[in-house]
């Protein structure tokens, strides 16, 4: 099974709101990550790297 960029948010958002519900102190860096994340695709620094 490929995943592709389009199923990537979801997985992502899954996972922290799973993350989240378990440990609520991790709500700070969960949103730091995805934050840096997102500038960092949106940039165009990640596709720089791997393609």
Do not use: K
């Amino acid at each position: 099974m490929f995943i592709g960029s389009a199923e990537i948010g979801p997985i992502v958002a899954l996972a922290a709101g799973v993350l989240i519900l378990i440990m609520p102190r991790l709500l700070a860096y969960i949103v730091a990550i995805y934050l840096i994340i997102t500038g960092l695709i949106g940039l165009g620094v990640v596709s720089n790297i791997f393609g």
